[in-house]
């Protein structure tokens, strides 16, 4: 009986793949007529941070006999799906367990502000806010160089809230929105994530419960070389193989296996930034990215493997996607402007201004007072060339899915959208995330299940999309989360799952 099930992952890419092209014509044609499922005992949510669709499709077709392809032969294949802009790894991840965009769930950026609170440090009383900046990375933690970040959050370390006694604003507090994982628990299923830093404390949701598993060992305590990112993401992948195991991430408790689980893999997202990059504008890897793609599929496999021991294969939904992508993909394109550049341009046009500003492949400007934007907004345009400036967004142009200036404390003033291939650093990197470009956006996303026909949908859709088809799955209620409730956000195409009749 477990050699017959062991094929259930091995073998089926061979025989899916020989009749590849038939397969996807089929699939394109009747997607308008979707596959009707059983709904799943439990799902497998794997966010493969950088991961491009040109990545996820070339690896498919150039290994045959990897995870990947295996699960691309029983799964439905999404060819256009964006992320929300921005295209960072927070609103990345809240698009994908929330359902919402930025105007819904507040959350910008993990560097970002809010006009309402107080900073950290500083003193706090009921009152107008000062403002403050909001920094939900490794500077928060306890000890960032330790792999457990000391332990905990330091509370001392976040941003003060005046409307609320002027308590500690954790991540899970500064979520607007609820989570998949809540209303998971909600119904009395197990929940677990892993993640790179301990402010992942957001995907608890607002509650502060949603995830009676969350391990985040902190990337920072590895530091910056490539070669540490294989056995980081390991420890996630080992906590994955006890859950599924029906223990606990620590192996201390034996729970049973979470109803909706899953981690990060980091390692390509890294090789993207530092690496060799790639070698032509489909996506062709260079040495670190093909290095990485290989170690990340044999961990899918080990994770694969797990669930077909514990015959939990069937009933598990596997979902593969990425919480942003990286740009440029093009080899050569990338143009590398020092940030400081920006920050003198804004102090030249109104200064003392700036509030605060985030710059990667995208900027991000909180001003004082909104009576600097225009000024501000003239002579960025007027030094667009210089400055890798593509469009400058201010008032009433602002990105799809953002809230107003002047009528939500965290929206920005002014955006800038770069010039493909322009990343604001004074350093090496060869590649970054969270802008406008297609590169930044145009992510993986798979759905797979062992009685799942293979499928390629080329309809656009959004990794917002992903949450409540993830309930749906689990034959729960997508307006039980308040993104679906406020915004529309519906469940992805070419997916239908049954009533549980239970």
Known sequence: MTAMKLMTYRTAPIIALACAALATATATARADQPVRLAPAQRVLLISIDGMHEQDLSRYVASHPGSALASLAGH??????????????????????????????????????????????????AKGPAPG???????????????????????PARLPRDPA????????????????????VRAAGGRTAWADK????????????????????????AVGEKLAAFPD????????????????????????????????????????????DGYRDANAMPGQAIGAALDQID??????????????????????????????????????????????????????NALAKATLDDIGLLWLKQPSATQAVVRTLRANADALGIEHVYAGNDMPQGWGRVGRDS????IAI???YGVIYTHGSKVAEHGGFHDDDRHVALLISRPDLAPQEIDAPVSTRQVAPTLLRALALKPTALDAVRSEGTTTLPGLVFRENTR
């Open 132 to 154: 403050a900046e909001v920094v939900f990375d490794d500077s928060i933690d306890h000890d960032p160089k330790r792999v457990d970040g000391g332990g905990a959050i330091d």
């Open 164 to 183: 609320h006694h002027c308590d500690p604003v954790y991540p899970h507090r500064y979520m607007r929105v609820n989570t998949v994982f809540e209303v």
């Open 232 to 275: 980081y993401d390991n420890l996630k992948v080992e906590a994955l193989l006890k859950q599924i195991d029906g223990r606990d991430s620590s192996g201390n408790a034996a729970p049973g296996a979470p109803r909706l689980f899953g981690m990060n893999f980091q390692q390509l997202s890294v090789a993207q930034k530092s690496g």
């Open 417 to 419: 959208e770069t010039k």
């Open 410 to 413: 965290r929206v920005p003033d």
């Open 298 to 351: 044999r961990s899918l496999q080990r994770l694969l493997d797990a669930l077909v021991a514990r015959h939990l294969d069937a009933s598990t939904l596997v979902v593969i996607t990425a919480k942003h992508g990286q740009s440029p993909v093009a080899p050569g394109r990338v143009q590398r402007i020092d940030g400081k550049r920006v920050l003198e341009a804004v102090a030249q046009s109104a200064p």
């Open 75 to 124: 799964g439905v294949m999404y060819r256009n799906a964006l992320t929300p802009v921005p295209s960072d790894s927070f609103p990345g991840m809240v698009a994908l367990i929330s359902g919402a965009s930025p105007r819904t769930s507040g959350v910008y950026y993990d560097d970002s502000f809010d006009r309402r609170l107080s900073p950290a440090g500083a003193m706090c």
């Open 197 to 220: 830093h301990l402010a992942y404390d957001f995907v608890h949701g607002p509650s502060g419960r949603g995830v009676d598993d969350l391990y985040t060992p902190e990337i920072a």
